[in-house]
Nanobody
Framework: QVQLVESGGGLVQPGGSLRLSCAAS????????MGWYRQTPGKQRELVAL???????NYTDSVKGRFTISRDNAENTVYLQMSGLRPEDTAVYYC??????????????WGQGTQVTVSS
């Protein structure tokens, strides 16, 4: 059974930094990518950053230059270093693992979410 356990969320002032971690266990399949999404009330979950197994990271435009995603393949862990945080970054952040199925088709696994609040 796949489990994704997130940590590192919390309350931070604007301009501050946080580091999110996600440890994945029960991974017995080929992982296409690992990453982070976020969601605020009434809005759809949106991609924040993704790092693929065979390529580089991808970021949504609003976090480029402020957030850095990294991955430890040996430990099946993915990190999100967030700097220059803004109130609009406030959201529940979800860890995501994409299992490679056939061709471009993947299956998503999700963590339980961790709250990030940026406020003075």
């Amino acid at each position: 059974q796949v489990q994704l356990v997130e940590s590192g969320g919390g309350l931070v002032q604007p301009g501050g930094s946080l580091r999110l971690s996600c440890a994945a266990s029960g991974i017995t399949f080929s992982v296409n990518a690992m990453g982070w999404y976020r969601q605020t009330p009434g809005k759809q979950r949106e991609l924040v950053a993704l790092i693929s197994s065979g390529g580089g990271p991808n970021y949504t435009d609003s976090v480029k230059g402020r957030f850095t995603i990294s991955r430890d393949n040996a430990e099946n862990t993915v990190y999100l270093q967030m700097s220059g945080l803004r109130p609009e970054d406030t959201a529940v952040y979800y860890c995501n693992v994409k299992r490679l199925l056939i061709g471009p088709i993947t299956q998503d696994y999700w963590g339980q979410g961790t709250q990030v609040t940026v406020s003075s």
